[in-house]
């Protein structure tokens, strides 16, 4: 008992002195900025033989101790390009052969720089033949991940320094796929190169034991890179969520999972150039349910269609003897032939030529109301040189799915739920020549729980549940929406109501929503009073509305401009009217006559009510309490007119 408290103090007091380090050391921005007199860029030398490479290497402290250098080789066919490589490795080797410690150095020839690095370490008793979770009791944990994360940036500035590197702390999940290899009794802290303070790269890993503190494994990669474009020309992180924004539509699909189809929403991951402000080409097949056109609607020529499946092989060298159309026709041809009871239900998803053996192949996708099946799907081959079918690949089931479908959760509330999902982030993309290019990346957030493939959870179109594909219920929390998605959904840009009413500080949720009428709001009359508790009649004959509280009468006649408080007549710019055949009543008039203070908020829309003058909600909203009702009023309003 006594041996295990001792314990406790000892790992407590290395945690606080390792986050003293943290707070006085500079150094733990793990960046180069205060790189010591022997970074890998202090000194410039040639190299031109192994001697000089390892010495070189030792001078910048690049091999780590209890190891030896195994390997010295120069690389490149030019004394321009001329590299050196340096391996390293420790003695020791698990049950399996493997180094447990081992890594490389590469030098420039030409002025002894370093260009890469990469060593990995690991304990003795891993077992990297098990494809399962190494079990661990959370209680046992002492080492929270801040705590973690603190020793692993502690760690890695070392090697910033020496390396004249910057890496920066990658927060985002990881799926269960890759990591089933792990040990859960250590905790893994990812980070990224960076320049200018934005990512990019290879990951670095560092695993901290979740008892003892320790740095037990680690990998590290390293690459020497200048070729980063001007960060000035980037467009702003705001311009580009909103562009996202505009951009995502939420995909609906079916699934058959548990012997039933789930139909579920999920979004694309888009790719935004950061410069130009465009995003890169992606498949918008599923996006328009008015571009999945079924191929019972392709009407067929006259002596197209006779191609009959055989087995020839095609000569690469084969010049096309029919084009793209002629070959669709054929397709579709021997798809209604042969599953005709498909026709309403398989679509062309895309069609691909490859020239090295001139094969045309297209893939058609099964749906229902213009909506994707999961994993349904017939893909025909055609050869382009003679013309004949050659092969046929069906995925297509016995599985009903319903005809007509109508989703419970809008398409714009499911895109508000979705993006909740994401961070918008800057990150440096390889290019195809491996020039480096600004793009903003949707990425889940660090809050998002992953399923097991690394996929996001899809939300239900009917009840709004979180589910994996395989139709479960995600039981961790769901990250509500972030501050940018927040700003988005309440700015006074994207209103598209015409007005709304908020009573003491609530909004009022109407059946029929108020409009604007010559700058008058109009509202429907028995929602109104019923809200404010007044006893409300109709009398058909006088077309007259009464409301009654107990200490007024308020009398209004339809298409009328005079209305009456206690018998006293007054005149209203505006009379009572019917609008869609819903009697509707100039609301700051009849809230007024019934002694509530009204206010209007021009830039919200909002009309502004409140009952008692002396409640805190009677004084003018700040600009948090707007854009939440903003927020609420816009999502009212698109649930009654979403179209899909």
């Known amino acids: 008992m006594r041996l295990s408290k001792f314990i406790s103090i000892c790992t407590a007091l290395s945690m606080l002195l390792l986050l003293l380090v943290s707070i006085v050391d500079t150094s733990t921005s793990l960046s180069s900025a205060s790189a010591e007199p022997d970074s890998a860029t202090s000194k410039s030398m040639t190299i031109t033989t192994q001697e000089q490479v390892i010495t070189r290497v030792r001078d910048l402290k690049l091999i780590p101790a209890g190891t030896e250098v195994t390997d010295v080789r120069a690389e490149g066919a030019s004394s321009d390009q001329m590299k050196w490589s340096l391996s390293f490795a420790g003695p020791v080797k698990n049950a399996y052969g493997q180094l447990l410690h081992s890594g490389s150095v590469i030098l420039n020839a030409a002025d002894g720089f370093v260009l890469g690095y990469n060593e990995a370490k690991s304990k003795p008793d891993k077992d990297w033949s098990k494809e399962v979770f190494k079990e661990f009791d959370a209680k046992d944990e002492k080492v929270s991940r801040d705590e973690a994360v603190v020793i692993a940036e502690s760690f890695i500035a070392s090697y910033a320094r020496k390396l004249n590197a910057a890496w ?229 089931s ?100 015409q007005a709304a009413v908020v009573l003491d500080g609530k909004l009022l949720r109407l059946k029929d929503e108020p409009i604007i009428h010559k700058d008058s709001t109009l509202m429907p009359f028995r929602e109104l009073f019923q809200h404010m508790g007044a006893t409300v009649a109709w009398e058909a004959a006088s077309r007259k509305i009464t409301a009654r509280t107990k200490d007024t009468l308020l009398e209004l006649t339809l298409d009328s401009k005079t209305a009456y408080i206690n018998g006293t007549p007054y005149t209203l710019e505006v009379p009572a009217q019917l609008v869609d055949q819903r009697t509707y009543i100039p609301a700051r008039f009849a809230a007024e006559a019934l002694g509530v203070k009204v206010m209007w908020e021009a830039s919200s829309r909002l009309v502004i009510m409140n009952t008692d003058h002396t409640n805190p909600s009677s004084k003018p909203m700040t600009g948090a309490a707007l854009k939440q009702l903003r927020l609420e009023a816009q999502q009212n309003w698109e649930e009654k007119h979403w179209q899909y």
């Open 168 to 396: 920066i702390l990658n927060p985002y999940p990881e799926p269960g796929k890759d990591t089933r290899f792990e040990d859960l009794s250590l905790r893994k802290i990812r980070f990224n190169l960076s320049h200018d303070g934005i990512p990019y790269g290879h990951t670095s890993s560092i695993y901290v034991d979740r008892i003892t503190g320790e740095v037990a494994n680690y990998y590290l990669s390293w690459n020497e890179d200048n070729e980063f474009p001007d960060i000035n020309n980037v467009i702003p992180l705001e311009t580009a969520q909103n562009l996202f924004f505009d951009k995502l539509r939420p995909v609906l699909r079916f699934y058959w999972m548990d012997q039933k189809p789930w139909l579920l929403y999920s979004l694309e991951s888009l790719t935004l150039d950061a410069v130009k402000g465009t995003f890169k080409e992606y498949d918008e097949q599923h996006y328009d349910p008015d571009k999945w056109k079924p191929i019972s609607l392709t009407q067929l020529k006259s002596g197209q269609g006779n191609s009959t499946s055989g087995g020839a092989v095609p000569s690469p060298a084969a010049k096309p003897a029919i084009d793209e159309q002629t070959a669709r026709a054929s397709a579709i041809a021997y798809l209604k032939k042969v599953y005709p009871a498909y026709a309403d239900q398989l679509s062309e998803r895309y069609v691909s030529l490859y020239k090295d053996n001139n094969m045309l192949y297209f893939s058609f996708e099964r749906g229902t109301s213009g909506i994707p099946i999961v994993g349904e799907s017939v893909d025909i081959q055609i050869d382009a040189a003679n013309g004949k079918l050659v092969r046929i690949d069906s995925k297509l």
């Open 398 to 497: 016995e599985h009903v799915y319903p005809n007509k479908v109508v989703p419970a959760i809008t398409p714009e509330r499911a895109k508000r739920l979705l993006l909740a999902l994401y961070d918008i982030e800057l990150r440096y993309d390889d290019g195809q020549v491996g020039k480096k290019h600004l793009v903003y990346q949707m990425i889940p957030k660090p809050s998002t729980p992953l399923f097991y493939t690394g996929d996001v959870p899809y939300l239900d179109a009917n009840d709004g549940a979180w589910r994996n594909f395989l139709g479960h219920v995600f039981t961790e929390p769901i990250p509500t929406a972030s501050d940018w998605l927040s700003e988005i959904l309440s700015s006074p840009k994207r209103i598209t109501y």
